[in-house]
């Protein structure tokens, strides 16, 4: 066969991404006796390998070939930096522009500035834009784009916006670059006046427009804005991606919208998209949230069902929904399953025994934890301390605070402020004192209301004194801090102490929100099967 005839055909594996056809294909050319230094093919091979990801063939008959076209470079370079050796495909961008055998094109200096992002080096990508302005490619839109993209992602918004501003015209994606870089920036309102502006212009946006968008409300937490976004979507045919649909049951998962992030669950697999890891991550919690151990379960069988990827990520998820629900034996069932472990598994397994008062099998996870190669971090340190300040373990807790040191890991607030409550629990309030004192500057909200709280339960009111004076002039965000410290004078007759916090607080505007009961009626209650 001729290369008349080889040459559609290799294309068609470039388009379809068919590496084994491709392959064989070569195969024909090899056994036909042509010299592969002087193929006609050659180029086609390299787009063929490089575009399904086969980078050390490609490399291979690129290295072999004594002149390389810029069809050759730009599938090298995009190819590289698509599965992430940016530094790589940055090499061979400097090799091609130092030869000067072949020219980059629109389609180099696209896949350069993609690179940039992978490297979020701001200062290269400069270089590149300078490149792009010396050789005439400025006003080249798919240039422009790539790096409106690039400076947007690697935190420049400015530069971004100065290049959209002075595009003599612009495309769907021009806009979609420029809404996305302000979604992902969290400047929401500017992202929703650019897309205002989109459409007066007569540009209709597209689901990677209205994507962008609606996934920066959604991780925002702003769920009411991106549901409305993902309704008009629906509503005009769109289809929102398997990463709008994750956004969505995140943020409503986030934002304790159980029901409404399960139903919404249940649309997607409707619509026919196969959930991931991340999808199964973002869902777990609202089951936990809720105690449903029904939809838990539900979700967990729907992982094997559709063979769904059960990594370290999905497994942490499924510990922490079996924690919240009560159901210790499963967590660990899972916990034990769970092959390839990472902190976080071992994290939430400590955490499930100590908020379940399994104290022993918490501290024995944790000791054994070194023993398996893994070392824990803050995280792991936090869990393992609450747990023993709610057993009254007061030596074992401040041993493990005094080994974090010779483990690499800095106590942070969170693990002060559980030794402070371990130490106030057990009566000894005059050593939570003195850490107190210690790490005055790093006090925040919880040392503090660990701290009066003791002070409260033990009677240690001159020692709750000595403190108040120092605590009124620091910044509390929280209240607890201050009625504590105000129910301890109320109890000693301290009137005047009581009022003078009343002000602090008006001052500062720190104010004590009511409380609220929750009933559910069973008239109300839904029940949302997922469907197999």
């Known amino acids: 066969m001729d290369s008349n005839r080889l040459g559609p055909l290799l294309k068609l594996c470039m388009r379809a991404k068919a590496l084994r056809p491709g ?32 980078i050390d063939s490609a490399r291979k008959i690129f290295k072999m070939l004594p002149k390389q076209s810029t069809f050759m470079w730009n599938w090298m370079i995009s190819s590289s930096a698509f599965e992430g050796h940016c530094d790589i495909a940055f090499e061979y ?37 300078g490149i792009v302005s010396k050789m005439g490619f400025q006003n080249e839109v798919l240039v422009v784009n790539a790096l409106i993209d690039m400076y947007s992602k690697c935190g420049r918004l400015d530069f971004s916006r100065k290049l959209f501003d002075e595009m003599p015209e ?22 929703l006046l650019l897309l205002k502006q989109m459409k007066a212009q007569g540009l209709e946006p597209n689901e990677f427009t209205l994507n962008s968008v609606l996934t920066g409300y959604a991780q925002s937490g702003d769920c009411y804005r991106a549901f409305e976004i993902f309704c008009t979507m629906r509503n005009e045919g769109l289809t929102p991606d398997l990463v709008t649909w994750n956004a969505m049951i995140a943020g409503f998962s986030r934002n ?19 959930p991931n890891a991340v999808t199964i991550a973002g869902l777990l919690p609202c089951c936990g949230n809720c105690g449903s151990m029904h939809r838990g379960r539900q979700v967990h069988g729907l992982i094997y069902r559709r063979c769904l990827n059960f990594n370290a990520f999905t497994a942490s998820a499924l510990i922490d929904m079996y924690s919240k629900c009560g159901s210790v034996r499963n967590a660990r069932l899972v916990f034990d399953q769970t092959m390839e472990k990472n902190v976080a598994s071992w994290n939430v ?39 023993c300040s709610h057993a009254g373990l007061v030596e074992k807790g401040l041993k493990i605070f005094s080994s974090m040191a010779g483990r690499g890991v800095e106590p942070c607030k969170e693990h002060y402020a559980c030794v402070v409550d371990l130490l106030c629990r057990a009566g000894r309030v005059p050593e939570a004192y003195e850490m107190v004192e210690g790490i005055f500057e790093e006090v925040n ?48 007759g301290r009137w005047d102490w009581v009022e003078r916090l009343r002000n602090v ?14 009933l559910q009626s069973p008239a109300k209650l839904t029940i949302l099967d997922l469907p197999t």
């Open 445 to 492: 909200d919880s040392i503090i209301g660990a701290f009066f709280n003791g002070c409260r339960i033990h009677g240690e009111i001159d020692i709750a004194r000595k403190m108040a004076e120092k605590i009124l002039r620091m910044e509390l965000k929280r209240p607890g801090g201050y009625v504590t410290l105000s129910n301890i004078y109320a109890a000693d």
């Open 93 to 129: 961008f400097s090799q091609m522009h130092c030869q000067g055998e072949a020219f980059p094109n629109k389609f180099t200096f696209s896949a350069i500035s993609k690179a940039c992002v992978g490297l979020m080096d701001v200062k290269i990508g400069e270089q590149v834009h």
């Open 505 to 518: 607080m008006k001052h500062k505007r720190v104010y004590k929100k009511a409380g609220v009961s929750c």
């Open 23 to 54: 392959k064989q294909i070569h195969a024909h050319i090899v056994a036909s006796g042509d010299d592969p230094k002087t193929g006609s093919l050659n180029s086609s091979l390299v787009g063929v390998y490089a575009g399904c990801g086969d």
């Open 170 to 191: 612009r495309d769907v994606a021009s806009w979609t670059c420029m809404i996305s870089g302000y979604s992902q920036s969290r400047k929401f309102e500017e992202s």
């Open 349 to 387: 397994m400590i955490g499930c025994y100590g908020k379940h008062g399994l104290v022993g099998e918490s501290i024995r996870l944790f000791e054994s934890m070194r023993d398996e190669g893994m070392e824990a971090n803050q995280v792991t340190f936090t869990s393992i301390l609450s747990a």
């Open 256 to 274: 304790r919208l159980n029901v409404e992030a399960i139903a919404l669950f249940r649309d997607m697999l409707v619509s026919g998209l196969q």
